[in-house]
């Protein structure tokens, strides 16, 4: 049994206002997926559990000018079943369909997913190609944070006890994009943590050089990372089988730059290049 109290707050000035008097002892809870696991490890042990998952204000996906707008606590099945984000951020949308499993889906949420700060998380590559930022308020204010910057390290937020994420702040699709995907392995085809994940967006032109390219890597990599290198690589070529391989040694060479030589590098390497000529491979034809 935990020895801790629940609190859910009605509205988001409730819950700053609790967080401005108890943030050192209070867990934030969303749908409990990651914040139970830990709990009953005994890694996690606060005082009190701020639920902030049925908050109206948190709930939101809209778009605006140049903006597409996805409140904190809005569930990785409303994710894929959004519209609005199948058509403004589509590799976000998939990396929903092959999250967990539908149980796993109705409750965890994407602000979850992200303060997890999971090196696996399967939102998290999705809205590095987006230049996604969380919008952040404390009982001291607002502000926005990179979503490069909210881990320090593997299951370190830089986020603190006082803050909490409202939503996140997406660059929708360009027009001219006519590709993107997310893929992933896991151990299995479902309820799987990705053992390397990755999300792509691109255009091309007419004669099918590559005119925008968004590229980001998960799992493989203490945190998930944009891999600028590959983007610009890849810009402004036509994608032919040679090319797409060449990236495909680059990104595993790049992996390793940041992990080092472990021994999963026997596996990963082969692996991640696999994975992205499965990824890319589309784009030859
Ligand atoms: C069986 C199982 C399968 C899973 N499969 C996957 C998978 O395939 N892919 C994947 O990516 N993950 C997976 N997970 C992990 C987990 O489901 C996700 O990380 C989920 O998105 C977490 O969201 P949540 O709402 O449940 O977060 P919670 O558990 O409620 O919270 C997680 C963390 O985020 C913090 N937090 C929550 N909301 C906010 C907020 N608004 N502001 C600030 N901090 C906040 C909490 O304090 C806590 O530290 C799996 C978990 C389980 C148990």
């Known amino acids: ?65 140049g903006e597409l707008t996805i409140g904190a606590a809005t569930t990785i099945s409303e994710i894929g079943k959004s519209e609005m984000i199948e058509r403004h951020a589509p ?9 967990a499993s539908r149980q796993v889906r109705n409750i965890a949420t994407i602000g979850g997913n992200v303060a997890h700060c999971s090196p696996c998380g399967d939102t998290i590559p999705p ?64 309820l799987a943590i990705a053992r390397m994940s990755m999300a792509a967006m691109i255009a091309r032109e007419s004669d099918r050089s590559i005119s ?30 040679g090319l797409l391989r060449q990236a495909g040694r680059m990104l595993s060479e790049g992996m390793l730059e940041i992990t080092g030589r472990r021994p999963s590098a026997i596996y990963k390497e082969p692996a991640i290049q696999g994975l992205f000529m499965r990824m890319m491979y589309p784009l030859t034809r």
């Open 212 to 241: 925008f390219i968004r590229f980001a890597l998960g799992s493989c990599t203490p945190t998930p990372h944009r891999f600028r290198d590959i983007e610009n690589y890849l810009f402004g070529k036509i994608p032919d089988e």
């Open 1 to 65: 049994m935990f020895n801790v109290d629940y609190i859910r707050p009605q509205t988001l000035p409730q819950a700053l206002a609790f967080l401005g008097e108890n943030a050192p002892d209070t867990a934030i809870l969303a749908g409990g997926t990651d914040v139970m696991v830990d709990m009953r490890s005994g890694e996690l042990n606060r005082r009190y559990l701020l639920d902030v998952g049925r908050l109206a204000e948190l709930r939101q996906i809209e778009i605006t000018e």
């Open 91 to 99: 590799a976000l949308r998939m990396a929903a369909d092959k999250f």
């Open 127 to 190: 809205l590095l190609i987006h230049d996604a930022a969380a919008g952040v308020v404390s009982p001291a204010g607002q502000r926005n944070v990179p979503i490069e910057e909210m881990a320090g390290g593997p299951y370190h937020c830089t986020l603190g006890p006082n803050e909490l994420i409202t939503h996140f702040i997406l660059k929708p699709k360009p027009e001219a994009v006519d590709f993107a995907d997310f893929q992933k392995i896991g151990r299995r085809k479902e």
